[in-house]
């Protein structure tokens, strides 16, 4: 089982970035997928779920009206469209992969927005 995020970076605030999550290792179309983060000294926190067939998601209200989570199931990959970034979105991001209490993490990939 593998999820190998991409597409972090150094962004301004107000700009916009696009995080992927290529899973490989298990059924993809099977699992619901989320998008977490962590900022340092502060815990882990959900941003974004989708289901499995990609047509519920579920926001934070830290996200909502600026990130998007969307799936390609033929590709195996989740989605992470954020837009307005802001500051205090500075913080790695984890995708998930989540199907009965069994859970799988990818290792993350680092975003920072500067004021």
């Known amino acids: 089982v593998q999820l190998v995020e991409s597409g972090g970076g150094l962004v301004q605030s107000g700009g916009s970035l696009r995080l992927s999550c290529a899973a490989s290792g298990f059924s993809f179309s099977t699992y619901v997928m989320s998008w977490y983060r962590q900022a340092p000294g502060k815990e882990r926190e959900l941003v974004a779920v989708?289901?499995?067939?990609?047509?519920?998601?579920i926001y934070a209200d830290s996200a909502k009206g600026r990130f998007t989570i969307f799936r390609d199931n033929a590709k195996n990959s989740v989605y992470l469209q954020m837009n307005s970034l802001k500051p205090e979105d500075t913080a790695v991001y984890y995708c998930?992969?989540?199907?009965?209490?069994?859970?799988?993490w990818g290792q993350g990939t680092q975003v920072t927005v500067s004021s």
């Open positions: 989708i289901d499995e067939g990609g047509g519920s998601t």
């Open positions: 998930k992969a989540a199907q009965l209490g069994r859970n799988f």
